[in-house]
């Protein structure tokens, strides 16, 4: 199989990044994904939104597969994950943005406060 040199760059990114690097890539996908699915049915190209809205989907639940629950907060994400399918379902079946909106927002903030987790600054308080 040949790959892209950009697919090639991205599956070294992916096997060289930290797990929080992983975890701020799957919520750029996710976020990337949700756009994609709202700004095709901005335009009525539903095929187009299923696909965005389904791939976004695929991460969140890959994000709740990941999680581990030896930590409280995994109970706290678990449901707010779930909200997020929730909302990418209803974006996708009922062919509305709103829903997406919404799942964007909180994909935005989870993703904003792993980018805070990740910073040096953050890793420097932790030692």
Not at 76 to 88: A, F, G, S, W
Request: glycine content about 2%.
């Amino acid at each position: 199989m040949l790959y892209s040199p950009y697919q090639t760059y991205q599956q070294r990114s992916a096997e060289t990044a930290t797990p929080i690097q992983l975890v701020l890539m799957l919520y750029d996908g996710a976020i990337r994904f949700t756009r994609q699915g709202m700004e095709a049915t901005a335009i009525h190209n539903y095929e187009q939104a299923n696909l965005g809205y389904c791939k976004a989907e695929a991460i969140v639940n890959e994000l709740m597969a990941s999680l581990n629950f030896s930590y409280p907060i995994s109970k706290d994400l678990v449901r707010i994950y779930e909200y997020v399918l929730h909302q990418l379902i209803q974006a996708n079946v009922y062919k509305k943005t709103d829903p997406a909106e919404e799942a964007l927002h909180h994909l935005m903030e989870l993703r904003d406060a792993w980018k805070q987790i990740a910073s040096p600054s953050s890793i420097q308080k932790q030692a």
